[in-house]
């Protein structure tokens, strides 16, 4: 038999529409990602990328359209039922939130404290492992208010990688680093997604980033994805949308007053 499951998709998103307020943020977005595959999300900000993840973590529901995760689609399904597929889903949050009341090593171990059937010395192990994995071996004890915003992400990234979800979602994982911090989460995106064999969607404005990190790019446009390919095609596309978007030019439209 031939396996073709490597190139599978695990999430894919038919028609998708959704309507916030009175904007109609995405406008029928189809999109597939493959098992694997690390594919990066790119497009103006306040286009609808964050809210395009959280249909992906079924946290919003489409208003028509169908978000599938391997063989079942969200939008059919129970809060109950979906309990069992986020467990499947990492998410880094743009804000990075790391609950500021519990050490570094509470924070990593969360997702396991909260699956529960999983003893002390276990998560210890764990938690050790998954900081090494983040380069911040030993950290156990601090508190996020002793981090630099770069650990912070780490450590954040520890948390959402610690239960080895099969998808794993970023969003904006480098804003606000500078380029070296930056090169690190790339580089740690990247191994991540290899050690643990997942599939990851990176929601990022970082160009740089993209080209690192990304198989593929799809680029968000007007509630559409506009373009997706592979990073070259994409950055050095000649359409005048993509090239614009890609290399920072703004035009008369984009004047703030
Ligand atoms: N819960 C909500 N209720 C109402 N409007 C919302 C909600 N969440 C997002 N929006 C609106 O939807 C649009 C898209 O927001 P979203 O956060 O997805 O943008 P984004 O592409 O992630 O932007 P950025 O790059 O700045 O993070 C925005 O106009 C935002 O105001
Ligand atoms: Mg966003």
Do not use: C
């Amino acid at each position: 038999m031939i396996d073709s499951s490597a190139n599978s998709p695990i999430v894919r998103l038919v028609g998708v529409e959704k309507k916030l307020g009175r904007q109609k943020v995405l406008k029928g977005v189809n999109l597939e990602v493959r098992a694997g595959e690390n594919m990066v999300i790119i497009g103006r900000s306040g286009g609808g990328k964050s809210v395009l993840l959280k249909h992906i973590l079924g946290l919003m529901q489409p208003d028509a359209g169908e978000v599938w995760f391997r063989d079942q689609n969200l939008v059919k399904l129970s809060e109950e039922q979906l309990v069992p597929l986020r467990k499947e889903t990492g998410m880094l949050f743009q804000n990075g939130a790391l609950f500021d009341s519990l050490t570094v090593g509470e924070n990593v171990a969360f997702p396991l404290r909260e699956r529960g059937n999983v003893n002390d010395a276990e998560i210890r192990s764990e938690v050790t492992r998954a900081l090494k994995i983040v380069d911040l071996p030993n950290q156990e004890h601090k508190w996020p208010s002793e981090l630099s915003g770069g650990m912070r992400k780490r450590v954040a990234l520890a948390r959402a990688a610690i239960a080895r979800p099969a998808l794993m979602l970023y969003d904006e994982p480098t804003s606000g680093l500078d380029p070296v911090v930056s090169d690190s989460i790339n580089k740690l995106m990247v191994r991540l997604g290899e050690e643990l064999n997942m599939t990851s969607v990176i929601v990022t404005h970082d160009m740089v980033s993209a080209r690192e990190v990304g198989d593929r790019i799809a680029m968000l446009y007007e509630g559409k994805i506009y373009i997706v390919g592979e990073p070259r095609d994409v950055i050095e596309s000649q359409d005048p949308i993509v090239h614009r978007f890609v290399n920072g030019i703004s035009d008369a439209s984009d004047a703030i007053f």
